[in-house]
Nanobody, 122 residues
């Protein structure tokens, strides 16, 4: 069974940091570019950034550049999202996703995680 399971979400104060993890199973993780996407309440899903199979990083959203970074550990079949300097507007459900082909904007998502909620509040 193909699975992407996110963890690490929760409540954080503005200016704080969190690291999300996404554990993959049921497919060859190292063959897939991986991305993080978020969905704020009442809004659509927004792609944040992506890491290719050779660890090249692409940012989709300028507002997270310099604050968020993505990494992967193919030995652990896990992708990470390190979030620093969090702002109230970063509050959302965060999803990891396996891209179908590459990290170019508009590429289809082949697999989705179930999401993890981030709340940014004092």
């Amino acid at each position: 069974e193909v699975q992407l399971v996110e963890s690490g979400g929760g409540l954080v104060q503005p200016g704080g940091s969190l690291r999300l993890s996404c554990a993959a199973s049921g497919f060859t993780f190292s063959n897939y570019p991986m991305s993080w996407v978020r969905q704020a309440p009442g809004k659509g899903r927004v792609g944040l950034l992506c890491i290719s199979t050779n660890d090249a990083i692409s940012y989709y959203l300028n507002s997270v550049k310099g604050r968020f970074t993505i990494s992967r550990d193919n030995a652990k079949n896990t992708v990470y999202l390190q979030m620093n300097s969090l702002k109230p507007e970063d509050a959302a459900v965060y999803y990891c996703a396996a891209q179908r082909h590459n990290c170019r904007g508009g590429d289809a998502v082949d697999k989705w995680g179930q999401g993890t909620l981030i709340t940014v509040s004092s």
